[in-house]
């Protein structure tokens, strides 16, 4: 499934197609580790929780609340969270154990360097005291640059500048990064052999080009909080007359969400199969020197890059034209205030979080300051964080089961490509050419990245940020020069996550996801199937979903189905963005099918694929009151509770649908029905042709 990232990128996390669930480092803020539960509520996250709040409840009317009924009727939402549930949970768990290693390599003279890198980058971001004491002293000679430009060819050098590689189009649907341009390097839609520059639209503060165009009350509200936050923040920074400007630059944000494209364009990868040469760029998207861009972005030496989003190519060039060169400045300013407001004294850290945590997505309380840390070091070193995890947490006896599992849930999958009756033997092969050649990483990367580069100093908090943000855009442009790697990893060890890379025909499965509640090597096997196998499924079934099924098994897009098996698969994928479009959880807003299609295909195809596994590993032991376990522990897994505010953002910005309905998903399973003698009225029946079958 694809992460949403809220406007603080993590420019580490890249490269990366599907990840199970929305968001890297859970947290009611982007980049920021789980944040703390009550104590009661941690003891519910712990075990599966199957007893309903209401003993009438049918497991055929609501199977997400009857089997977490009782874990939902106790567990309250942290104060600093704008959701909770199972995988925040063990993020939390896994953050906690993260964080008495970093204290202890930062106090072991003994540690590596590396381990006493990762020490002093998180002691340098909880020194709160040095950081007041600084004041904008650090942000100053960033502000003065911007403040010099003269004309428009140094607006276009500092744009240059400031691109990051920081979006991936194929993992991540919010593409509102706050540079005008989005950078993704990874390898040729078309040519295996090399890496490609991609470039993607940018530009906004907040996540999606519908919080600056939809007319409803509650859009325009948030457009209006927005604007009061710019205008904070310039005056914070020193700013005079800040509310005319920000209104300008706000101004400017509408202006280029205009040239945006769609979320449902975007994850259109055939809509973004758009090679352009630099002189392209001159004749598709006039009024910004493309050539001093590209060499302000360290990019002069490439000719061809992919534009993901042409419109906004188009859109924004045109904007550096027409639009004041103070505007531009004020624009600049603001969005590097916004960036950098972490390691910013505690006026900035509370303004950003007043928007972007209780006005955006309704969360109450900020996360305290080591978790903030932990996901600022996690961001800037984040393997170096996770090897530091492995050694520690991740026995060689939970890898070597995982990959058993893995092994029989590809099996399992290819069993069920073999029984499709529809499918042509020309794409059955191809099918099974990409299960053969799969890469599958469990726990940890085979190669660690090297931190030796990055300068870390103890007590420069601000410094060590820009620092990392360079240090990985260098990384980014250094594979320009490389050929592609398919065990690269696109998520650390830490992350309680999973992915599907389809341009590597690759997946990642880190350590931190590897545990209970999703995995537990003493549970029986039909539970772990039913959780951490049903994520493993759903990340083999990613190469064959809307998206993943457009690349072969080298990851070049390429159509290698018949007209007909394409046509059957568009039919009965059809069938699933109904289901969904259905779900309507407030009365003003539906779950959106076709925005949630890749991970509602992953869910359902994962789902059956690991319960063949389970059948099939369990042999005559796996009989109806295991499969009772192996569903039920399926929904124990998606366990979670929302805020309204993020929900809704949720459900119009994110890629995955809200977990209740993700849970759903079993209506569509035979097996279910009779493992819990769903019969027709009750609320999740659909009549045996009803039900979707697509794998």
Known sequence: MKTSLTPVKQTAVVLALCGVFASAFAGGQANTPAQPQPAA?????????????????????????????????????????????????????????????????????????????VGDYFAAYMNEAAIESKGTAPLKPQLDKIAAIKDKAGLVRTLGESLRADVDPLNNTDFATENVFGLWVAQGLHDTTRNMPYLLQGGLGMPDRAYYLDGSERMAGLRTQYQRHIAAMLKLAGYDDAEARAAKVFALEVDIANGHATRADSADVLKADNTWTVKDFAANAPGLDWKAFFKAAQLGDRDKFIVWHPSAMKGTAALVDRIELATWKDYLAFHRINQMAGVLPKAFVDQRFDFYGK?????????????????????????????????????????AKLQQMVANIVDAFGKRVDKLDWMAPATRAQAKEKLKTLYVGVGYPDKWKSYAALKVLPTDAFGNAVRAEQFHYKEEIAKLHHKPDRSEWAMPPQLVNAVNLPLQNALNFPAAILQPPFFDPKAPDAANYGSIGAIIGHEISHSFDDQGSQFDAQGRLRDWWTREDMEHFKTASGKLVAQYNAYKPYPDLSVNGQLTLSENLADLAGLAAS?????????????????????????????????????????????????????????????????????????????????????
């Open 359 to 399: 006005t955006l997505t309704g969360t109450p309380q900020q996360a305290l300051r080591w978790k903030r840390a932990l996901g600022a070091t996690n961001e800037a070193m984040d393997e170096a964080v996770g090897k530091l995890y492995v050694a520690k947490y991740f026995p060689a006896e939970n890898k």
């Open 611 to 695: 319960y063949d596994a389970y059948r099939a590993a369990g042999g005559s032991k796996a009989n109806e009151e295991s499969d009772r376990a192996f569903f039920t522990g399926y929904a124990s897994s998606w366990r979670n509770k929302a805020r309204e505010a993020a929900e809704r953002r949720g459900i119009l910005t994110d890629g995955h649908a809200p977990p209740q309905y993700r849970t759903a998903t079993v209506r569509n399973l035979d097996a279910w029905y009779k493992a819990f003698d769903v019969q027709p009225g009750q609320a999740l029946y659909l009549a045996p042709e009803q039900r979707v079958r697509v794998w």
């Open 41 to 117: 509520a941690a003891a519910a996250s712990s075990q599966p929780e199957t007893a309903p709040a209401n003993a009438t409840l049918r497991p055929g009317d609501d199977f997400f609340a009857w089997a977490n009924g009782g874990w939902l009727a106790k567990t309250e939402i942290p104060a600093d969270r704008s959701s909770w549930g199972a995988m925040a949970s063990l993020a939390e768990e896994t953050n906690q154990r993260i964080v008495k290693l970093i204290e202890d390599a930062a106090r072991d003279k003994t540690a590596n360097p590396e381990a006493r890198k």
